[in-house]
């Protein structure tokens, strides 16, 4: 019965390759927990959050593919041809039913399945993966579009081509998982490994953190090709001393920071142009506070990030240091590497027919 919390991953650099270990892709969308009991259907989010109001439609394909009395691991996502679309997946989380109906039409979600927990009266999460896994193969409809098992390899060689083919769609990285590892609940027992790279941005503004004592997070820019800064993400992360540091650090920048600043007007800016701007209200939680404090856009940041989406970056990134060095001019898009979409067709047919 729900609540269950999901099986985690250790962060490594590289992908593993000590024996028994199997591999999967990681994927870019909101981890499931799916509860099925006859026409009973709970779809619950790692953070204990049910799911199922915002993604009704997954309620009738998970009826038609799965048994009827079974608990299954796996992620969320909406495919397109482009990729795998997490901004798409935060649009979904909307108060109005309304609102959720629409979408759950216009961009409708599949769901990957990758472990299986239970299956009718049977408790499987003290059994083996390799178990686990060999139950669930034999479950999971393969016919039906929009609910997936997800690719396994026992070769290295194959996980790490995944790693770097499947990049460009969306994907994370490659998880690897004890073939003999039981279902331990938050517990951190596979391993994960997601790409990394680094990029200069412009710093232009910043958030209070949640204390009110230090910053929480730095607002990151980047220029087109135009001359206009774009709003790409946020650096965060600091321990309390930097970000009592960091107030110091900024705080020459904050003089007459809104005169002429590019996001001054950011609101209209955003609705006339499309760009990216701080500002709004967070789809995650309607109560927090997003607004910011304005930055002379003079100061350089080198942060490490995982990947874009949408031309912003996908996560928070962590700051590895300023960059005097460096004109805030100089830090645009053509810095970025560009990964080309991997073809989903293979692994999606909801790709080729929707």
Known sequence: MPPVKPMLAKAVHEVPTAPGLWYEPKWDGFRCITFRDGDEVELGSRNDRPLTRYFPELVDLVKLALPPRCVVDGEIVIVTERGLDFDSLQLRLHPAASRVRKLAQETPASLVVFDLLALDDRDLTHEPFSERRRLLEGVVGSSLARVHLTPMTEDPAVAR?????????????????????????????????????????????????????????????????????????VASSFTAARRGELVGELAPLRENALQNHPWRDWADAQRESGGRMPGGLSRWNAQKDLSWEPLRPELVAEVRYEHLQADRFRHGTRLVRFRPDRKPESCTYGQLEEVAPAELAALFTEVASP
């Open 161 to 233: 081509d995944w790693f770097e083919r499947f990049e460009g769609a969306g994907f994370d990285g490659v998880v690897a998982k004890p073939s003999n590892q039981p279902y331990a609940q938050d517990k951190r027992v596979m391993w994960k490994v997601k790409h990394e790279r680094t990029a200069d941005c412009v710093v232009a503004g910043f958030r209070w953190h949640a204390d009110g004592k230090g910053v929480g997070s730095l607002l990151l820019g980047l220029y087109d090709d135009a001359g206009t800064l774009h709003h790409v993400g």
